[in-house]
């Protein structure tokens, strides 16, 4: 089976969001179906089949995360030696050459991904560009917009 790369903090957020699942929403939406079967009727009763639905939601979410955990391969960045090189998990910025401004990534596994915390996922066009290049290195990228040339300014692993 393929692994596939995950940082370490996206790994803990993933096994945090899972606790909760399993400690907290799980048990909350097994009360709530407990205390509609008490109302009568099944077939008509609309609390019990939102609890159920919900449960549904609950335990596919979980089988979910699982499946995540146990196929990722967990990389902490903080291990591996910064040799200014961009790898999986490096918080880079580059200097936006069309913009005249500085942008920070981080590159993450698929299901970290989030544009709008500037994690970019591993597959994406800008990571895959960058992935290989080095510090002060110049980078042109292929966007549905037109080219994008980036400087890198630093490379970290935190």
């Not at 945090?16 to 179906?33: A, F, G, M, N």
């Not at 990722?72 to 936006?96: C, Y």
Request: proline residues 3%; without cysteine; hydrophobic residues 35%.
């Amino acid at each position: 089976m393929n692994k596939f790369p995950m940082t370490k903090m996206g790994a803990e957020a993933l096994r945090r969001e899972l606790d909760d699942l399993k400690q907290v929403q799980r048990p909350r939406v097994i009360e709530s179906i407990s205390i509609a079967r008490e109302h009568g009727d099944l077939k008509e009763n609309a609390e019990y089949h939102a609890a159920r639905e919900e449960q549904s939601f609950i335990e596919g979410r979980i089988a979910d995360y699982e499946a995540r955990l146990s196929n990722a391969q967990v990389i902490d960045i903080t291990e591996i030696p910064n040799s200014g090189k961009i790898i999986f998990g490096v918080t880079v910025t580059l200097f936006d050459v069309n913009e005249d401004k500085e942008v920070t990534y981080q590159i993450v596994g698929e299901h970290e991904a989030d544009v709008k915390q500037n994690k970019l996922s591993i597959v994406s066009p800008i990571a895959r560009a960058l992935i290989g290049k080095e510090l002060d290195d110049e980078v042109t990228i292929q966007t549905p917009g037109g080219s994008r040339v980036y400087e890198v300014i630093s490379v970290d692993h935190i």
